[in-house]
């Protein structure tokens, strides 16, 4: 149980153009999910929270304009970035929380994007 | 707010030797830690996990310890295998909020 699934795995797109990721709660209904970037052999830096049904809180210095993130069901959420340059070149990965464990968070496998 | 300190960033073992990844938190509120074990290129996988009302859980060679007083909580891999090289991180989870705070991550490479 308690699978995420993260799509897609790598994408590369030109420079200005927008990108969709998406994140999956397979068997659990996922109340909160979180968005994270990563740099290379760096942590997790939290990019930001959204909840099913309400907008998404973003971290201090994460452009909301630019990072449009979606909650729509209690199984996705979608994170776009809009008019995409090479320094949001990254590794971006979500996490989960079960509504029935609100204290635990599961992983997607991440998506590596890369802007040219 | 939380902040997770963890030690040492590199750990480097020889297969079958024990391996220790320390972890402090500053939250007194925070009462689940998490482990993660992520692999290259891919999201991390939680391994085992702890509560504040518990001081120690075990699952098979992996083991963590949690002392609320000091607000330390150490990773324990025992016998260790190649196929645990990985990035470890540590998380503290404050019950307010449920939003981890992560530590930087301890590379731990097992030779061999």
């Known amino acids: 149980g308690a699978v995420v699934s993260q799509h897609p795995s790598r994408v590369i797109c030109k420079s200005g153009t927008s990108v969709k990721i998406e994140c999956r709660s397979l068997?659990?209904?996922?109340?909160?999910m979180f968005w994270y970037r990563q740099f290379p052999k760096k942590s997790l830096m939290l990019m930001a929270t959204?909840?099913?049904?309400?907008?998404?809180?973003?971290e201090q210095g994460v452009e909301k304009d630019k990072f449009l993130i979606n909650h729509a069901s209690l199984t996705l959420s979608t994170l776009t970035v809009t008019s995409a340059h090479p320094e949001d070149s990254s590794f971006y990965i979500c996490?989960?929380?079960?509504?029935?464990?609100?204290?635990?968070?599961?992983f997607g496998q991440g998506t590596r994007l890369t802007v040219v | 707010g939380e902040n997770v300190e963890q030690h040492p960033s590199t750990l480097s073992v020889q297969e079958g030797d024990s391996a220790v990844i320390k972890c402090t938190y500053s939250d007194s509120a925070s009462n689940y830690f998490p482990w993660y074990k992520q692999e290259l290129g891919k999201g991390p996988q939680l391994i085992i996990d702890i509560r504040s009302n518990v001081g120690e859980k075990k699952d098979q060679r992996i083991a963590v310890t949690l002392n609320k007083t000091a607000k330390h909580f150490s990773l324990h891999i025992t016998e260790t295998q190649p196929e645990d090289s990985a990035v470890y991180f540590c998380a503290a989870t404050p019950g307010g909020s449920y939003i981890p705070t992560f530590g930087r991550g301890t590379s731990l490479i097992v030779h061999p």
């Open positions: 068997d659990f209904q996922a109340t909160t």
């Open positions: 996490s989960a929380r079960p509504r029935s464990r609100p204290t635990e968070a599961f």
């Open positions: 959204s909840n099913e049904g309400s907008k998404a809180t973003y």
